[in-house]
T-cell receptor, first 113, second 112 residues
Framework: QKEVEQNSGPLSVPEGAIASLNCTYSDRGSQSFFWYRQYSGKSPELIMSIYSNGDKEDGRFTAQLNKASQYVSLLIRDSQPSDSATYLCAAQNYGGSQGNLIFGKGTKLSVKP | DVKVTQSSRYLVKRTGEKVFLECVQDMDHENMFWYRQDPGLGLRLIYFSYDVKMKEKGDIPEGYSVSREKKERFSLILESASTNQTSMYLC???????????FGSGTRLTVV
């Protein structure tokens, strides 16, 4: 069974701090990885994608991938109360299951003013 | 921007009714998906389709069917709604590749 594991949280950080969200995946054949943000009562929104080992930065967000450790992380710098949401990690194996994404259950982040 | 449109934001249906949830995307995506999301259970894949008239069962297909007669439209059908199908239903579409999926705004279905 292919799985993506995330700590459910809640992860609470003060405003202005760095929030660090982590996930691990079981399918070593996974090639693409995604982070989605989901506000309460809303649908998931894609915020980051990463395909190669290392870091990828986009504004206040940095995604990190370590394929050897099967580990993906998302760092949010200068966290704002508006970042409070559930963050979903997803992994994709192009060769399996028509390339479907496997989602984790999400980590709830709370940024305190 | 890619748009994935779900026909209803909120629905209330009675037990035993046949329910249709519609999803339309405007980006010529190959793949379309139906998920349900419940607290503590995460996103669970019901059905997906990678081409017109093609469908594949996901993790929890029981009690559901789907239809994809046109590339842009993917319908989820609850043949006989039951209270345990009360949930948030999310449609998504995407290419089979690197770009991830785009989700619709969701339909919160309540079966009474």
């Amino acid at each position: 069974q292919k799985e993506v594991e995330q700590n459910s949280g809640p992860l609470s950080v003060p405003e202005g701090a760095i929030a660090s969200l982590n996930c691990t995946y079981s399918d070593r054949g996974s090639q693409s990885f995604f982070w989605y943000r989901q506000y309460s009562g809303k649908s998931p929104e894609l915020i980051m994608s990463i395909y190669s080992n290392g870091d990828k930065e986009d504004g206040r967000f940095t995604a990190q991938l370590n394929k050897a450790s099967q580990y993906v992380s998302l760092l949010i710098r200068d966290s704002q109360p508006s970042d409070s949401a559930t963050y979903l990690c997803a992994a994709q194996n192009y060769g399996g299951s028509q390339g479907n994404l496997i989602f984790g259950k999400g980590t709830k982040l709370s940024v305190k003013p | 921007d890619v748009k994935v449109t779900q026909s209803s934001r909120y629905l209330v249906k009675r037990t035993g009714e046949k329910v249709f949830l519609e999803c339309v995307q405007d980006m010529d995506h190959e793949n379309m998906f139906w998920y349900r999301q419940d607290p503590g259970l995460g996103l669970r894949l019901i059905y997906f389709s990678y081409d017109v008239k093609m469908k594949e069962k996901g993790d929890i297909p029981e009690g559901y069917s789907v239809s994809r007669e046109k590339k842009e439209r993917f319908s989820l059908i609850l043949e006989s709604a039951s209270t345990n199908q009360t949930s948030m239903y999310l449609c998504a579409s995407g290419w089979r590749g690197r770009d991830g999926y785009t989700f619709g705004s969701g339909t919160r279905l309540t079966v009474v």
